[in-house]
C-alpha cells in the first residue's frame, strides 16, 4: 500500500483501531514511539496516509481494513 491508495481526506480514530482489536495501551506506546501525539489523535484522529507513511504493518493494517469497510458500505 502507498500513500496514493488512500483518500486525502481519510481519517483514522481510536473506533478504528478498535475494530482491528487493537487497544489503547498498545496504540499508546506506538504512537509515542514514533513522536505521535496521542492525546491529539484521541479527540481528532490522525491522517491515514500519515500512518501509511510509516511503513508500519500494524498501521498499514488499519489503513487498509478502514478502505475496504468503508467500500463495502458503499
Same mark, same amino acid.
Given at each position: ?5 488512500v483518500?486525502?481526506?481519510?481519517t483514522? /480514530?481510536?473506533? #478504528?483501531?478498535k475494530?482491528v482489536?487493537?487497544?489503547a495501551?498498545? %496504540? &499508546?506506546?506506538?504512537f =509515542?514511539? /514514533?513522536?505521535? #501525539?496521542?492525546?491529539d ?6 491522517? %491515514? &496516509?500519515?500512518?501509511? =507513511?510509516t511503513?508500519?504493518?500494524?498501521a ?12 463495502a458500505?458503499?
Amino acid at each position: 500500500m502507498t500513500v496514493d491508495d488512500v483518500p486525502e481526506d481519510m481519517t483514522v /480514530r481510536v473506533s #478504528d483501531l478498535k475494530k482491528v482489536g487493537y487497544c489503547a495501551r498498545g %496504540a &499508546r506506546r506506538w504512537f =509515542e514511539a /514514533r513522536g505521535f #501525539d496521542f492525546r491529539d489523535f484521541l479527540a481528532n484522529g490522525i491522517a %491515514a &496516509r500519515t500512518l501509511v =507513511e510509516t511503513g508500519d504493518a500494524l498501521a498499514l493494517r488499519v489503513v487498509r481494513l478502514k478502505i475496504e469497510r468503508e467500500q463495502a458500505d458503499g
